[in-house]
């Protein structure tokens, strides 16, 4: 069974930073691309960034660009965000997701709150 | 950016009867591969989304088969032949072919 379980959210001042981590189970982590989505609190859904299966490429949405680092540990079976000079507005629930461009299965979110 | 639209934001539906969602992209969705990445989520209240269809038509495993997407280009739908009350939930259309991937505003169904 795919498994994907978020870790790391909670609350944080603006300026500031957080580690999430996903662990996969269930599925050959090091074959395929991994995502990460959020959802702002009422909002829909924005993409965040993607790392291919050796994390050799890598792709962000342009609000996170310099700011948030996707990251993976192939032997770990583990996907990372690294996620500085947070803003308000970076507050939401963060997914992990299995795919690039098809995002077939997701974790069940970890919430990430940016407040004074 | 790639701006996905959907309509209608909000769907109160009868049980048993149909359903339509429509998806617009404001680019096509034809990737250099000859694949349109254009995906269909359900995200039922206070679950994670899933995925019930993928590249426009194909059903992932484990979806009822009520549900049923189509389209091309710019354009595409999500069917539901014959609601049930599990379909409650917030649908939205994604676009994995052009960075950065895009979704949908989503749209909410409820039974009348």
């Known amino acids: 069974e795919v498994q994907l379980v978020e870790s790391g959210g909670g609350l944080v001042q603006p300026g500031g930073s957080l580690r999430l981590s996903c662990a996969v189970s269930g599925f050959t982590f090091s074959t395929y691309w991994m995502s990460w989505v959020r959802q702002a609190p009422g909002r829909g859904m924005e993409w965040v960034a993607n790392?291919?299966?050796?994390?050799?490429?890598?792709y962000y949405v342009d609000s996170v660009k310099g700011r948030f680092t996707i990251s993976r540990d192939n032997a770990e079976n583990s996907l990372y965000l690294q996620m500085n000079s947070l803003r308000a507005e970076d507050t939401a629930v963060y997914y992990c997701v299995r795919e690039g461009r098809l995002l077939d299965y997701w974790g069940q979110g970890t919430l990430v709150t940016v407040s004074s | 950016d790639v701006v996905m639209t959907q309509s209608p934001l909000s769907l109160p539906v009868t049980l048993g009867q149909p359903a339509s969602i429509s998806c617009r992209s404001s680019h096509s969705l034809v990737y250099s591969d000859g694949n349109t990445y254009l995906n269909w989520f359900q995200q039922r209240p206070g679950q994670s989304p899933r995925r019930l269809i993928y590249?426009?038509?194909n059903r992932d495993s484990g979806v009822p088969d009520r549900f049923s997407g189509s389209g091309s280009g710019t354009d595409f739908t999500l069917k539901i032949s014959r609601v049930e009350a599990e379909d409650v939930g917030v649908y939205f259309c994604m676009q994995g072919t052009h960075w950065p991937f895009t979704f949908g505003p989503g749209t909410k169904v409820d039974i009348k």
């Open positions: 590249k426009v038509s």
């Open positions: 790392i291919k299966v050796d994390g050799s490429e890598k």
